[in-house]
Protein backbone atom coordinates (compact mmCIF):
# COMPACT_ATOMS: atom_id res chain seq x y z
CA UNK A 1 0.00 0.00 0.00
CA UNK A 2 1.27 3.26 -0.92
CA UNK A 3 2.30 5.90 1.63
CA UNK A 4 -0.38 8.82 1.71
CA UNK A 5 1.07 12.10 0.33
CA UNK A 6 -0.45 14.83 0.51
CA UNK A 7 0.17 17.44 -2.57
CA UNK A 8 2.75 19.82 -2.61
CA UNK A 9 1.82 23.26 -1.47
CA UNK A 10 3.74 26.84 -2.85
CA UNK A 11 5.09 28.39 -0.63
CA UNK A 12 2.78 31.73 0.34
CA UNK A 13 4.89 33.99 -1.61
CA UNK A 14 4.71 32.17 -4.94
CA UNK A 15 0.96 31.59 -4.66
CA UNK A 16 0.48 35.21 -4.77
CA UNK A 17 -0.64 37.02 -7.90
CA UNK A 18 0.06 40.64 -9.01
CA UNK A 19 -3.09 41.88 -7.42
CA UNK A 20 -1.85 41.00 -4.02
CA UNK A 21 1.32 41.75 -4.87
CA UNK A 22 0.15 45.51 -5.88
CA UNK A 23 -1.93 45.42 -2.90
CA UNK A 24 1.04 44.81 -0.43
CA UNK A 25 3.36 46.88 -2.26
CA UNK A 26 1.15 49.98 -2.06
CA UNK A 27 0.16 49.29 1.41
CA UNK A 28 4.08 48.87 2.71
CA UNK A 29 4.38 52.30 0.81
CA UNK A 30 1.92 54.39 2.29
CA UNK A 31 3.14 52.67 6.11
CA UNK A 32 6.15 54.18 5.13
CA UNK A 33 5.13 57.42 4.52
CA UNK A 34 2.55 57.62 7.70
CA UNK A 35 5.89 56.79 10.00
CA UNK A 36 7.48 59.16 8.05
CA UNK A 37 10.10 56.82 6.69
CA UNK A 38 9.63 57.77 3.16
CA UNK A 39 9.05 61.53 2.28
CA UNK A 40 9.16 64.01 1.08
CA UNK A 41 8.79 62.71 -2.67
CA UNK A 42 9.64 65.08 -5.31
CA UNK A 43 7.36 65.17 -8.18
CA UNK B 1 17.65 28.75 -20.29
CA UNK B 2 16.37 27.81 -16.89
CA UNK B 3 20.52 26.71 -16.12
CA UNK B 4 21.27 26.95 -12.43
CA UNK B 5 25.00 27.39 -13.44
CA UNK B 6 26.43 30.06 -10.71
CA UNK B 7 27.83 32.05 -13.70
CA UNK B 8 24.37 32.22 -15.39
CA UNK B 9 22.40 33.18 -12.62
CA UNK B 10 25.08 35.95 -12.22
CA UNK B 11 24.86 37.15 -15.71
CA UNK B 12 20.88 36.90 -15.17
CA UNK B 13 21.15 39.25 -11.77
CA UNK B 14 23.54 41.96 -13.68
CA UNK B 15 20.91 42.02 -16.08
CA UNK B 16 18.12 42.41 -13.54
CA UNK B 17 20.23 45.44 -12.08
CA UNK B 18 21.10 47.20 -15.38
CA UNK B 19 17.42 46.76 -16.10
CA UNK B 20 16.31 48.58 -13.06
CA UNK B 21 18.71 50.87 -13.72
CA UNK B 22 17.55 51.96 -17.14
CA UNK B 23 13.89 52.06 -15.48
CA UNK B 24 14.57 54.41 -13.26
CA UNK B 25 16.66 56.37 -15.45
CA UNK B 26 14.01 56.87 -17.99
CA UNK B 27 11.37 57.30 -14.78
CA UNK B 28 13.30 60.37 -13.93
CA UNK B 29 13.33 61.85 -17.63
CA UNK B 30 9.97 61.36 -17.65
CA UNK B 31 10.03 63.63 -14.67
CA UNK B 32 11.84 66.73 -16.13
CA UNK B 33 10.15 66.19 -19.49
CA UNK B 34 6.42 66.36 -17.99
CA UNK B 35 7.57 68.84 -15.66
CA UNK B 36 8.93 71.36 -18.54
CA UNK B 37 5.59 70.51 -21.04
CA UNK B 38 2.25 72.31 -20.67
CA UNK B 39 0.08 70.79 -18.21
CA UNK B 40 -2.45 68.48 -20.09
CA UNK B 41 0.29 66.78 -21.73
CA UNK B 42 1.06 64.51 -18.69
CA UNK B 43 3.59 62.15 -18.00
CA UNK B 44 1.93 59.07 -19.15
CA UNK B 45 2.30 60.64 -22.66
CA UNK B 46 5.93 61.05 -21.97
CA UNK B 47 6.77 57.42 -19.95
CA UNK B 48 5.50 55.63 -22.66
CA UNK B 49 7.38 57.68 -25.65
CA UNK B 50 10.26 57.38 -23.75
CA UNK B 51 10.08 53.62 -23.15
CA UNK B 52 9.10 53.02 -26.94
CA UNK B 53 12.40 54.90 -27.78
CA UNK B 54 14.43 52.97 -25.63
CA UNK B 55 12.44 49.49 -26.27
CA UNK B 56 13.36 50.24 -29.94
CA UNK B 57 17.12 50.77 -29.26
CA UNK B 58 17.40 47.61 -27.24
CA UNK B 59 15.57 45.87 -29.88
CA UNK B 60 18.17 46.54 -32.66
CA UNK B 61 21.06 46.08 -30.08
CA UNK B 62 19.34 42.69 -30.09
CA UNK B 63 18.86 42.72 -25.60
CA UNK B 64 15.34 43.68 -25.29
CA UNK B 65 14.29 40.62 -23.57
CA UNK B 66 17.46 40.72 -21.06
CA UNK B 67 16.96 44.42 -20.37
CA UNK B 68 13.31 44.35 -19.82
CA UNK B 69 13.18 42.04 -17.32
CA UNK B 70 12.20 45.06 -14.68
CA UNK B 71 8.92 46.47 -16.54
CA UNK B 72 6.67 44.65 -14.30
CA UNK B 73 3.72 46.82 -16.55
CA UNK B 74 0.59 45.13 -14.30
CA UNK B 75 2.44 45.18 -11.22
CA UNK B 76 3.80 49.02 -11.48
CA UNK B 77 -0.35 49.75 -12.87
CA UNK B 78 -2.26 48.73 -9.75
CA UNK B 79 -0.07 49.28 -6.94
CA UNK B 80 -0.75 52.91 -8.34
CA UNK B 81 -4.08 52.41 -8.63
CA UNK B 82 -4.01 51.49 -4.38
CA UNK B 83 -2.10 54.51 -3.89
CA UNK B 84 -4.95 56.49 -5.90
CA UNK B 85 -7.07 56.00 -2.79
CA UNK B 86 -5.26 58.68 -1.11
CA UNK B 87 -7.15 60.99 -3.58
CA UNK B 88 -10.43 59.86 -3.02
CA UNK B 89 -11.58 61.42 0.57
CA UNK B 90 -15.43 60.90 1.08
CA UNK B 91 -15.78 63.62 3.42
CA UNK B 92 -13.92 66.00 1.01
CA UNK B 93 -16.66 64.95 -1.81
CA UNK B 94 -19.43 65.13 1.06
CA UNK B 95 -18.68 68.97 1.40
CA UNK B 96 -20.35 70.21 -1.49
CA UNK B 97 -23.44 68.04 -0.76
CA UNK B 98 -25.00 64.68 -2.05
CA UNK B 99 -24.61 67.43 -4.96
CA UNK B 100 -21.42 66.11 -6.49
CA UNK B 101 -22.33 62.25 -6.00
CA UNK B 102 -25.75 63.02 -7.18
CA UNK B 103 -23.50 64.25 -10.79
CA UNK B 104 -21.37 61.88 -10.70
CA UNK B 105 -23.30 58.73 -10.62
CA UNK B 106 -25.78 60.24 -13.16
CA UNK B 107 -22.50 60.80 -15.50
CA UNK B 108 -20.90 57.78 -15.17
CA UNK B 109 -24.04 55.86 -15.79
CA UNK B 110 -24.94 57.27 -18.80
CA UNK B 111 -21.63 58.26 -20.41
CA UNK B 112 -20.91 54.77 -20.19
CA UNK B 113 -24.03 53.45 -21.13
CA UNK B 114 -24.40 55.81 -24.27
CA UNK B 115 -20.36 55.00 -25.11
CA UNK B 116 -21.02 50.60 -24.52
CA UNK B 117 -24.15 50.96 -26.85
CA UNK B 118 -22.08 53.43 -29.75
CA UNK B 119 -19.27 51.31 -29.51
CA UNK B 120 -21.72 47.41 -30.05
CA UNK B 121 -23.25 49.70 -33.24
CA UNK B 122 -19.57 49.94 -34.46
CA UNK B 123 -18.64 46.80 -33.84
CA UNK B 124 -15.54 47.56 -31.23
CA UNK B 125 -13.97 44.94 -29.93
CA UNK B 126 -15.46 43.97 -26.46
CA UNK B 127 -11.94 44.84 -24.14
CA UNK B 128 -11.18 47.88 -26.18
CA UNK B 129 -14.70 49.06 -25.56
CA UNK B 130 -15.37 48.16 -22.16
CA UNK B 131 -11.68 50.52 -21.56
CA UNK B 132 -12.83 53.42 -23.61
CA UNK B 133 -16.37 53.22 -21.58
CA UNK B 134 -14.44 53.30 -18.02
CA UNK B 135 -11.71 55.91 -19.59
CA UNK B 136 -14.53 58.22 -21.12
CA UNK B 137 -17.06 57.87 -18.23
CA UNK B 138 -15.02 57.86 -15.15
CA UNK B 139 -11.90 59.52 -15.18
CA UNK B 140 -9.68 58.89 -18.08
CA UNK B 141 -6.30 56.69 -17.81
CA UNK B 142 -6.74 55.61 -13.70
CA UNK B 143 -10.34 54.09 -14.81
CA UNK B 144 -9.14 52.31 -18.02
CA UNK B 145 -6.53 50.78 -15.53
CA UNK B 146 -8.97 49.07 -13.35
CA UNK B 147 -11.04 48.56 -16.68
CA UNK B 148 -8.01 46.85 -17.92
CA UNK B 149 -7.42 44.82 -14.64
CA UNK B 150 -11.20 43.68 -14.98
CA UNK B 151 -11.39 42.30 -18.20
CA UNK B 152 -7.82 41.17 -18.73
CA UNK B 153 -7.50 44.21 -21.70
CA UNK B 154 -4.11 44.07 -24.17
CA UNK B 155 -1.45 46.31 -23.47
CA UNK B 156 -2.07 48.21 -26.99
CA UNK B 157 -5.64 48.87 -26.08
CA UNK B 158 -4.39 50.40 -22.98
CA UNK B 159 -1.84 52.31 -24.81
CA UNK B 160 -4.51 53.55 -27.50
CA UNK B 161 -7.06 54.32 -25.03
CA UNK B 162 -4.69 56.58 -23.02
CA UNK B 163 -3.21 58.81 -26.12
CA UNK B 164 -6.91 59.36 -26.71
CA UNK B 165 -7.46 60.69 -23.26
CA UNK B 166 -4.50 62.47 -23.08
CA UNK B 167 -4.74 64.17 -26.63
CA UNK B 168 -8.54 64.85 -25.59
CA UNK B 169 -8.01 66.59 -22.69
CA UNK B 170 -5.22 69.37 -23.73
CA UNK B 171 -7.77 71.36 -26.47
CA UNK B 172 -10.32 70.52 -23.59
CA UNK B 173 -8.27 72.74 -20.79
CA UNK B 174 -8.11 75.54 -22.90
CA UNK B 175 -11.57 75.85 -24.62
CA UNK B 176 -13.97 75.09 -21.75
CA UNK B 177 -12.73 78.02 -19.42
CA UNK B 178 -12.90 80.20 -22.50
CA UNK B 179 -16.55 79.23 -23.16
CA UNK B 180 -17.30 79.43 -19.55
CA UNK B 181 -16.21 82.90 -19.54
CA UNK B 182 -17.37 83.98 -22.88
CA UNK B 183 -21.07 82.58 -21.30
CA UNK B 184 -20.81 84.57 -17.58
CA UNK B 185 -20.82 81.20 -16.00
CA UNK B 186 -20.73 81.38 -12.05
CA UNK B 187 -17.14 79.39 -10.74
CA UNK B 188 -19.25 76.78 -8.91
CA UNK B 189 -21.26 75.88 -12.41
CA UNK B 190 -17.81 75.92 -14.49
CA UNK B 191 -15.92 73.94 -11.71
CA UNK B 192 -18.83 71.25 -11.62
CA UNK B 193 -18.47 71.25 -15.32
CA UNK B 194 -14.54 70.51 -15.93
CA UNK B 195 -14.37 67.74 -12.99
CA UNK B 196 -17.48 66.12 -14.67
CA UNK B 197 -16.10 66.40 -18.32
CA UNK B 198 -12.68 66.70 -18.53
CA UNK B 199 -10.92 63.06 -18.33
CA UNK B 200 -7.76 63.48 -16.40
CA UNK B 201 -7.58 65.21 -13.26
CA UNK B 202 -4.31 67.21 -13.89
CA UNK B 203 -6.19 68.62 -16.94
CA UNK B 204 -9.21 69.32 -14.68
CA UNK B 205 -7.04 71.24 -12.30
CA UNK B 206 -5.86 72.98 -14.84
CA UNK B 207 -9.35 74.21 -16.47
CA UNK B 208 -10.37 75.08 -13.02
CA UNK B 209 -6.87 76.73 -12.19
CA UNK B 210 -7.90 79.38 -15.00
CA UNK B 211 -11.28 80.30 -13.38
CA UNK B 212 -10.56 80.80 -10.48
CA UNK B 213 -10.32 79.27 -6.70
CA UNK B 214 -13.32 78.27 -5.77
CA UNK B 215 -13.75 76.68 -9.22
CA UNK B 216 -10.57 74.34 -8.97
CA UNK B 217 -12.16 73.70 -5.58
CA UNK B 218 -15.58 72.07 -6.97
CA UNK B 219 -14.30 70.67 -9.86
CA UNK B 220 -11.21 68.69 -7.93
CA UNK B 221 -14.38 67.31 -5.82
CA UNK B 222 -16.18 66.26 -8.56
CA UNK B 223 -13.35 64.91 -10.16
CA UNK B 224 -12.55 62.79 -6.56
CA UNK B 225 -16.82 61.94 -6.69
CA UNK B 226 -16.49 60.18 -10.09
CA UNK B 227 -12.84 58.76 -9.23
CA UNK B 228 -14.64 56.77 -6.44
CA UNK B 229 -16.47 54.99 -8.84
CA UNK B 230 -13.69 53.47 -10.01
CA UNK B 231 -14.09 50.17 -7.68
CA UNK B 232 -17.92 50.05 -8.12
CA UNK B 233 -17.31 50.17 -11.94
CA UNK B 234 -14.16 47.26 -11.85
CA UNK B 235 -16.05 45.10 -10.12
CA UNK B 236 -19.14 45.23 -12.24
CA UNK B 237 -16.69 44.90 -15.44
CA UNK B 238 -15.46 41.78 -13.53
CA UNK B 239 -18.69 40.51 -12.97
CA UNK B 240 -19.97 41.08 -16.48
CA UNK B 241 -17.22 39.56 -18.13
CA UNK B 242 -17.27 36.08 -15.89
CA UNK B 243 -20.76 35.69 -16.00
CA UNK B 244 -21.80 37.00 -19.49
CA UNK B 245 -18.65 37.57 -22.07
CA UNK B 246 -16.64 34.23 -20.70
CA UNK B 247 -19.41 31.74 -20.07
CA UNK B 248 -18.72 30.36 -23.83
CA UNK B 249 -14.96 29.56 -22.94
CA UNK B 250 -15.03 28.37 -19.16
CA UNK B 251 -18.69 27.17 -18.46
CA UNK B 252 -20.77 28.42 -16.23
CA UNK B 253 -19.00 30.27 -13.64
CA UNK B 254 -18.80 29.31 -9.59
CA UNK B 255 -18.37 32.11 -6.98
CA UNK B 256 -14.61 30.88 -7.12
CA UNK B 257 -14.18 31.92 -10.33
CA UNK B 258 -15.52 35.16 -10.07
CA UNK B 259 -13.83 35.91 -7.03
CA UNK B 260 -10.36 34.98 -8.91
CA UNK B 261 -11.05 37.06 -11.34
CA UNK B 262 -12.01 39.94 -9.83
CA UNK B 263 -9.44 42.74 -9.78
CA UNK B 264 -8.51 42.71 -6.05
CA UNK B 265 -6.21 45.84 -6.22
CA UNK B 266 -9.50 47.21 -6.17
CA UNK B 267 -10.12 46.23 -2.41
CA UNK B 268 -6.69 47.76 -1.90
CA UNK B 269 -7.77 51.43 -3.85
CA UNK B 270 -10.93 50.95 -1.50
CA UNK B 271 -9.10 50.54 1.71
CA UNK B 272 -6.91 53.38 1.33
CA UNK B 273 -9.24 55.43 0.45
CA UNK B 274 -11.85 54.73 3.64
CA UNK B 275 -8.36 55.04 5.78
CA UNK B 276 -8.20 58.80 4.02
CA UNK B 277 -11.57 59.54 4.47
CA UNK B 278 -11.34 59.08 7.95
CA UNK B 279 -8.43 61.41 8.19
CA UNK B 280 -5.79 58.96 8.96
CA UNK B 281 -3.15 61.07 6.33
CA UNK B 282 -1.98 64.32 6.92
CA UNK B 283 -1.90 66.66 3.54
CA UNK B 284 1.84 66.51 3.13
CA UNK B 285 1.50 62.45 3.32
CA UNK B 286 -1.36 62.68 0.85
CA UNK B 287 0.96 64.68 -1.72
CA UNK B 288 3.85 62.36 -1.18
CA UNK B 289 1.78 59.30 -1.40
CA UNK B 290 0.37 61.01 -4.85
CA UNK B 291 3.61 61.36 -5.89
CA UNK B 292 4.29 57.95 -5.51
CA UNK B 293 1.59 57.04 -7.64
CA UNK B 294 2.93 58.94 -10.44
CA UNK B 295 6.31 57.47 -10.06
CA UNK B 296 4.41 54.30 -10.04
CA UNK B 297 2.37 54.80 -13.24
CA UNK B 298 5.02 56.24 -14.75
CA UNK B 299 6.91 53.23 -14.21
CA UNK B 300 3.80 51.41 -15.53
CA UNK B 301 3.62 53.31 -18.60
CA UNK B 302 7.35 53.55 -19.46
CA UNK B 303 6.68 49.53 -19.81
CA UNK B 304 4.00 49.72 -21.90
CA UNK B 305 5.81 51.80 -24.88
CA UNK B 306 8.64 49.20 -23.85
CA UNK B 307 6.07 46.74 -24.76
CA UNK B 308 3.81 48.74 -27.80
CA UNK B 309 3.35 46.91 -31.19
CA UNK B 310 2.69 48.75 -33.93
CA UNK B 311 1.40 46.23 -35.71
CA UNK B 312 -1.46 45.65 -32.67
CA UNK B 313 -2.28 49.19 -32.57
CA UNK B 314 -3.03 49.61 -36.70
CA UNK B 315 -5.46 46.40 -35.87
CA UNK B 316 -7.27 48.57 -33.90
CA UNK B 317 -8.09 51.05 -36.32
CA UNK B 318 -9.92 54.53 -36.27
CA UNK B 319 -13.15 53.57 -35.23
CA UNK B 320 -12.38 53.73 -31.48
CA UNK B 321 -12.08 57.19 -31.66
CA UNK B 322 -14.89 57.79 -33.98
CA UNK B 323 -16.55 56.34 -30.32
CA UNK B 324 -14.64 58.00 -27.89
CA UNK B 325 -15.09 62.07 -29.66
CA UNK B 326 -18.54 61.11 -29.72
CA UNK B 327 -19.14 59.75 -26.57
CA UNK B 328 -16.94 63.03 -25.41
CA UNK B 329 -19.27 65.36 -27.38
CA UNK B 330 -22.21 63.10 -25.07
CA UNK B 331 -20.19 64.15 -21.94
CA UNK B 332 -19.81 67.87 -22.31
CA UNK B 333 -23.15 68.27 -23.31
CA UNK B 334 -24.56 66.22 -20.67
CA UNK B 335 -22.16 67.80 -17.84
CA UNK B 336 -23.13 71.00 -19.02
CA UNK B 337 -26.60 70.51 -18.27
CA UNK B 338 -26.32 68.61 -14.98
CA UNK B 339 -23.43 71.04 -13.39
CA UNK B 340 -26.30 73.77 -14.47
CA UNK B 341 -29.25 72.13 -12.77
CA UNK B 342 -27.54 70.84 -9.85
CA UNK B 343 -24.65 73.90 -8.85
CA UNK B 344 -25.90 76.95 -11.16
CA UNK B 345 -28.86 77.64 -10.33
CA UNK B 346 -29.00 79.74 -7.05
CA UNK B 347 -31.80 77.72 -5.21
CA UNK B 348 -29.12 74.74 -4.59
CA UNK B 349 -26.74 76.92 -2.94
Known amino acids: MEAHQSPVRKPLVSRLGEDEWAMIVGLLLILLVVLGILGPIPW | MGSSHPSSRGT ?9 VLLVVLAGATNRLAAISPKALEYPLWAALLGLAAGGIASAAGVKEQLGR ?3 TELFLK ?10 NLREILSVGARGVIQAIVLVSAVFAFAWWLG ?5 EKRLRALMCAAVSICGVSAAIAAAG ?3 ARREQLAYVTALVIVTALPMMVLMPWIAAATGMSPEWAGAWFGGNIDTTAAVVGAGAMYGEVAVKVASIVKMAQNALIGVVAFLLALYWVTKEEVATVGHPSARLIWE ?3 KFVLGFLAVSVLASVGLFTKTQVKDINALRNWAFTLAFIGIGWQLSFSELRKIGLRPLLVYLAATVFNTLLALGLSWALFGRSLWR
Open chain 2, 79 to 88: TGLVLLGAAV
Open chain 2, 70 to 72: AFR
Open chain 2, 261 to 263: RFP
Open chain 2, 120 to 124: GQLQL
Open chain 2, 12 to 20: QALWLIASL
Open chain 2, 150 to 152: AVL
